[in-house]
């Protein structure tokens, strides 16, 4: 039998603590909060509209909402544009390269999905990055324990944590992966996804918001996989190192969440490999999937 050098058995031990760092990332998701104000003597002013019309108002804006995450424009934009990202090494230890590599990431997933946006006719602005090194409150609410990346869409930021577990056994397909994710609930919220996602929460019962909440998970689960797809074979996605991470969120995916909110491990798995073997925004369409797909 042939022995396992020692130094693969370290290699395989560091990406499986840094796997397990990564999958406790708590994504933070706070709704935007849209306020108007048309002066006291208006608001004085204003009869409220009678009941049946209210209702049929709210019912229409429910469905228009509803047709941007169902048939969003981004869905029939085809492959993700591959940008040739190589955000280069990530040595241990280093909080320089540490932050450079969660920099040069993000700025190509701003330059993948802002030509991706550009081919479905919609406008697009990037998210704001913030690396921390300890828990920050933001503007969606206290930093949750564990957390490791939060976006908050009120001031449509990404905030990406560098833990010492991390910074001592980086895993740079992992992090990349998480990166990726946080940045597709920015998709969801500039797309007008998310516009549906908060509308039916607001009426929506405990089953139904932690299946609006699957939906939303798995949809930004994949699509970060299919932005891993554009780097397919290289030094940073491996072939090996994809199966192995996607089988790993098979086993343990589920295991960082109280309830069911992000998906079954399986699930999970399925909607990675999904995007990563389709590589097209219109493969994540969780919306418009059979429910028992989205369980």
């Not at 009869?47 to 909402?65: C, H, M, N, V």
């Not at 540490?98 to 701003?110: I, P, S």
């Not at 019962?205 to 074979?233: D, I, P, W």
């Not at 969440?257 to 999904?274: K, L």
């Amino acid at each position: 039998m042939n022995s396992v050098p020692k130094s693969r058995l370290l290699t395989l031990a560091a990406a499986v603590l840094a796997l397990a760092v990564a999958a406790t990332a708590l994504v933070m998701v706070l709704a935007d909060v849209a306020t108007t104000s048309t002066g006291i003597a208006n608001e004085a002013q204003q009869l409220p509209s009678p009941p049946a019309k209210r209702a049929r108002e709210k019912a229409g804006t429910l469905l228009a909402s509803k047709a941007l995450a169902v048939a969003n424009p981004l869905y029939k934009t085809g492959r993700l544009a591959d940008v040739n990202c190589a955000p280069g090494d990530l040595p241990a230890g280093s909080m320089v390269a540490y932050r450079r590599f969660l920099t040069r990431v993000t700025a190509c997933l701003n330059r993948a999905w802002a030509a991706q946006f550009r081919k479905a006719g919609m406008p697009f602005t990037k998210p704001r990055l913030r690396i921390i090194t300890s828990k920050v409150r933001t503007p969606c609410g206290a930093w949750n324990t564990g957390a490791d990346g939060v976006y908050c869409s009120t001031d449509r930021t990404m905030y990406l944590m560098i833990s010492k577990a991390q910074l001592r056994n980086p895993f740079p397909l992992g992090i990349t992966r998480l990166v990726a994710h946080e940045y597709g609930h920015h998709v969801q919220q500039v797309s007008g996804i998310w516009s549906y996602y908060w509308a039916a929460r607001t009426t929506a019962g405990r089953s139904k918001r932690l299946q609006l909440s699957r939906n939303s998970e798995l949809q930004a689960e994949c699509f970060s996989s299919v932005f891993m797809s554009t780097m397919k074979g290289t030094s940073l996605v491996t072939l090996a190192d994809w199966a192995y991470t996607v089988s790993w969120f098979r086993k343990n995916g589920a295991k960082g969440w109280p309830q069911n909110d992000h998906g079954r491990g399986p699930t999970q798995a399925a909607w990675m490999t999904r995007g990563f073997t389709r590589g097209t925004p219109g493969s994540c369409n969780t919306w418009a999937a059979n429910p028992r797909n989205v369980t």
